[in-house]
T-cell receptor, first 114, second 114 residues
Framework: DGGITQSPKYLFRKEGQNVTLSCEQN?????MYWYRQDPGQGLRLIYY???????QKGDIAEGYSVSREKKESFPLTVTSAQKNPTAFYLC?????????????FGDGTRLSIL | AQKVTQAQTEISVVEKEDVTLDCVYE???????LFWYKQPPSGELVFLIR??????QNEISGRYSWNFQKSTSSFNFTITASQVVDSAVYFC???????????FGDGTTLTVKP
């Protein structure tokens, strides 16, 4: 079945450490997104990519980095510069960024500080 | 800037009751798209319904219906004859047509009791 796979499901980070969250999709979608969700809050956009080798900052990009070397993959790195990384991270994709296409979401990665 | 407000933080109903989730939005775009997503305890957001700004026709799809009123910037979502499996967090989202970014509300937690 087509879908989005996020791994790992749970991740722990030590102080000063960079960690990378994986997101893979086999939907042949051009657009991919990373969101952060904090308890009781909605989703906030970290980065998004409209096409391979291109990505833009979202509303809360500081302390995060991404790459889009392949259409299927959009990994997110949480750097040591992100001082409050504990959150639920969701990856999504859509056929394209424009238009009324809905987003398809992965199951998420829950990141905690050790 | 775009904004989505879901004033209801939590709603609790008894099975078979009808329930309406409210969504009010702000945007300067003349063309935009509105969505409702469901987030069950597993964490993955699931697309439910969408509406284009230029189409105010309200529709019913199974137990779901929606009321889009451009004059009041509202996009309310109704579940008829609620079931325990409807228990989840529901998010309203607004998508602009230019950058293709979506803005999410903070979500409404719906609990349906047997």
């Amino acid at each position: 079945d087509g879908g989005i796979t996020q791994s790992p499901k749970y991740l722990f980070r030590k102080e000063g450490q960079n960690v990378t969250l994986s997101c893979e999709q086999n939907l042949n979608h051009d657009a991919m997104y990373w969101y952060r969700q904090d308890p009781g809050q909605g989703l906030r956009l970290i980065y998004y990519s409209q096409i391979v080798n291109d990505f833009q900052k979202g509303d809360i990009a500081e302390g995060y980095s991404v790459s889009r070397e392949k259409k299927e993959s959009f990994p997110l790195t949480v750097t040591s510069a992100q001082k409050n990384p504990t959150a639920f991270y969701l990856c999504a994709s859509s056929i394209q960024t424009g238009g009324n296409q809905p987003q398809h979401f992965g199951d998420g990665t829950r990141l905690s500080i050790l | 800037a775009q904004k989505v407000t879901q004033a209801q933080t939590e709603i609790s109903v008894v099975e078979k009751e009808d329930v309406t989730l409210d969504c009010v939005y702000e945007t300067r775009d003349t063309t935009y798209y509105l969505f409702w997503y469901k987030q069950p305890p597993s964490g993955e957001l699931v697309f439910l319904i969408r509406r284009n700004s230029f189409d105010e026709q309200n529709e019913i799809s199974g137990r779901y219906s929606w009321n889009f009123q451009k004059s009041t910037s509202s996009f309310n979502f109704t579940i008829t004859a609620s079931q325990v499996v409807d228990s989840a967090v529901y998010f309203c989202a607004l998508k602009d047509t230019n950058a293709g970014k979506s803005t999410f509300g903070d979500g409404t937690t719906l609990t349906v009791k047997p």
